[in-house]
């Protein structure tokens, strides 16, 4: 059984920063992507950044230079730092890996507001 434990989210003001943490872990995991997604009221989970093992980043445009994707395999564990938060990046954020069958496993989730 996987598991994807996710941490860090909160509330900050505009212009503030997060740095969200997810930890997998599960008998005989072997991750290839690592990565997240979000899901803000009313609208349709988005891609945000992932990162394969070699640490090959992709980003989404509304995040680009304002969020880093980063992993520590030693772990299984992303991070994923983000700066230059604004109120369109309220959202719920959800950790997800692949592993090397491509199956796809996903966090709870967790809630970042930015608000004034």
């Known amino acids: 059984q996987v598991q994807l434990v996710e941490s860090g989210g909160g509330l900050v003001q505009p212009g503030g920063s997060l740095r969200l943490s997810c930890a997998a872990s599960g008998s005989g995991l072997s991750i290839t992507v690592m990565g997240w997604y979000r899901q803000a009221p009313g609208k349709q989970r988005e891609f945000v950044a992932h990162?394969?093992?070699?640490?090959?980043?992709n980003s989404a445009d509304a995040v680009k230079g304002r969020f880093t994707i980063s992993r520590d395999n030693g772990k299984n564990t992303v991070y994923l730092q983000m700066n230059s938060l604004k109120p369109e990046d309220t959202a719920v954020y959800y950790c997800?890996?692949?592993?090397?069958?491509?199956?796809?496993?996903w966090g709870q989730g967790t809630q970042v507001t930015v608000s004034a």
């Open positions: 990162i394969t093992r070699r640490g090959v980043t």
């Open positions: 997800y890996v692949q592993d090397v069958f491509n199956n796809a496993y």
